[in-house]
């Protein structure tokens, strides 16, 4: 299942997408990075094969990108990037899953 989502990244919401595994939990969670400029949907169809075999994936939008806010650079690249992996570690702080 596909959730729409959104979290911070250094005052910034950042939009992405959330897919929630099929089975039994508990999941892992992937963090998938996508290129630049990025994609708004599911690339090359990962997720959904992840998701099939137990694995959640996040996937975003850096700042700046589709409907991500900010302003894109690589140097905010990484701070999403951070930003990303500690609201998936927290699991829910910050990010409306």
């Known amino acids: 299942m596909k959730k729409s989502i959104e979290f911070d990244s250094n005052n910034h919401k950042i939009q ?10 508990p999941f ?3 963090l998938l990075l996508s290129g630049f ?3 708004e949907d599911d690339v090359l169809g990962l997720s959904q094969k992840m ?3 137990g694995i959640n994936m ?3 939008n850096y700042r700046g990108i589709y409907k991500s806010e900010g302003i894109f650079s690589l140097q905010n690249t990484y701070e999403d990037i951070q930003a990303a992996s500690t609201n998936k570690e927290k699991k829910g702080s910050g990010l409306n899953i």
């Open 58 to 60: 996040l996937t975003f």
């Open 16 to 25: 992405g997408k959330f897919y929630h595994a099929e089975g039994e939990p």
């Open 28 to 30: 892992p969670t992937v």
């Open 51 to 53: 998701i099939q075999h």
């Open 37 to 39: 400029p990025g994609n």
